[in-house]
Nanobody, 124 residues
Framework: QVQLVESGGGLVQAGDSLRLSCVAS????????MGWFRQAPGKEREFVAA????????YYADSVKGRFTISRENVKNTVYLQMNSLKPADTAVYYC?????????????????WGQGTQVTVSS
């Protein structure tokens, strides 16, 4: 099990950028596939991006492709989500998740551990 703590959320205007960070506890961070998900009010949690253990495999939701970038620094036990050209539709609570699968997945049920979430609000 790994504990995850997200940070970096906030209130921004459309077109602005934010970088979310997720720091994991423990010494085995490099053995986890990491993902970012988000949940808007009244909607189900949805996949945003995922990155493999070494950072070589990366997947994005179509809605964020070209605007968001996921990356990780295993020496810092940290995964990032750089969000550019933010839109009001990106408003949600963003969650970091860790899973032991070899291939990054879009299915939230593939992930074992979750952070508490960080709020991102984009005003028009």
């Amino acid at each position: 099990q790994v504990q995850l703590v997200e940070s970096g959320g906030g209130l921004v205007q459309a077109g602005d950028s934010l970088r979310l960070s997720c720091v994991a506890s423990g010494r085995t961070f490099s053995s986890y596939t990491m993902g970012w998900f988000r949940q808007a009010p009244g909607k189900e949690r949805e996949f945003v991006a995922a990155i493999g253990r070494s950072g070589g495999l990366i997947y994005y939701a179509d809605s964020v492709k070209g605007r968001f970038t996921i990356s990780r620094e295993n020496v810092k036990n940290t995964v990032y989500l750089q969000m550019n050209s933010l839109k009001p539709a990106d408003t949600a609570v963003y969650y970091c998740a860790a899973g032991r699968m070899l291939i990054p997945g879009r299915d939230q049920y593939s992930y074992d551990d979750w952070g508490q979430g960080t709020q991102v609000t984009v005003s028009s």
